[in-house]
């Protein structure tokens, strides 16, 4: 009966060894066009282990054999790929996603969307600034916007504000 019990207990630590095996897995991430995107971040699902891509669009990243591995960056749509046994270099194509982002508006202390700002807002047009002579951004904006103060670095004549 011991021996019973070793050789299944043998048997049952072999399996579960095979099952959980790692393996380092590398790749590119691309745009459906084959440009390579760098900076792409490349995670197992469900945890804190990943990394980025480089500036030629390559990962390489230890996983475990029935891991899930997402590749997502930016105005792409995010793409999961499970990993088996036969995969050590796995390639990601990410498709461009299109999103309607609201207004933003830059505020002191961060950036918040049109509709959820509770102060005023003053909008200059470009058409407006366009039409101005002065080669100075900060003379030009002088006076269009309301409770916008333009002042110069010091008193004296001609200083840039």
Same mark, same amino acid.
């Given at each position: 009966?011991?021996?019973?019990?070793?050789?299944? @207990?043998?048997?049952?630590?072999?399996?579960?060894?095979?099952?959980?095996?790692?393996?380092?897995?590398?790749?590119?991430? /691309?745009?459906? @066009?084959?440009?390579?995107? +760098?900076?792409?971040? %490349?995670?197992?699902?469900?945890?804190?282990?990943?990394?980025?891509?480089?500036?030629?669009?390559?990962?390489?990243?230890?996983?475990?054999?029935?891991?899930?591995?997402? &590749? @997502?960056?930016?105005?792409?749509? +995010?793409?999961?790929?499970?990993?088996?046994?036969?995969?050590?270099?796995?390639?990601?194509?990410?498709?461009?996603?299109?999103? #309607? %982002?609201?207004? %933003?508006?830059?505020?002191?202390?961060?950036?918040?969307?049109?509709?959820?700002?509770?102060?005023?807002? &003053?909008?200059?047009?470009?058409? #407006?600034?366009?039409?101005?002579?002065?080669?100075?951004?900060?003379?030009?904006?002088?006076?269009? &916007?309301?409770? %916008?103060?333009?002042?110069?670095? /010091?008193?004296? +004549?001609?200083? /840039? +504000?």
């Amino acid at each position: 009966m011991k021996k019973i019990f070793l050789l299944l @207990s043998l048997l049952f630590g072999i399996s579960v060894t095979i099952y959980a095996q790692e393996r380092i897995i590398s790749g590119t991430v /691309s745009t459906e @066009s084959g440009e390579l995107l +760098p900076g792409v971040s %490349v995670v197992v699902k469900g945890t804190t282990i990943g990394t980025t891509t480089d500036v030629n669009g390559e990962y390489g990243l230890k996983v475990n054999l029935d891991d899930v591995i997402v &590749a @997502s960056f930016i105005g792409f749509e +995010p793409k999961e790929v499970l990993v088996t046994g036969k995969l050590a270099n796995i390639n990601f194509k990410l498709k461009e996603s299109v999103v #309607a %982002v609201d207004e %933003v508006v830059v505020v002191g202390y961060g950036t918040q969307r049109k509709k959820d700002v509770t102060t005023s807002i &003053a909008t200059v047009d470009s058409e #407006a600034l366009s039409k101005e002579t002065n080669g100075n951004v900060g003379t030009t904006l002088q006076g269009k &916007a309301s409770g %916008v103060q333009v002042i110069g670095s /010091s008193g004296g +004549p001609g200083v /840039s +504000p």
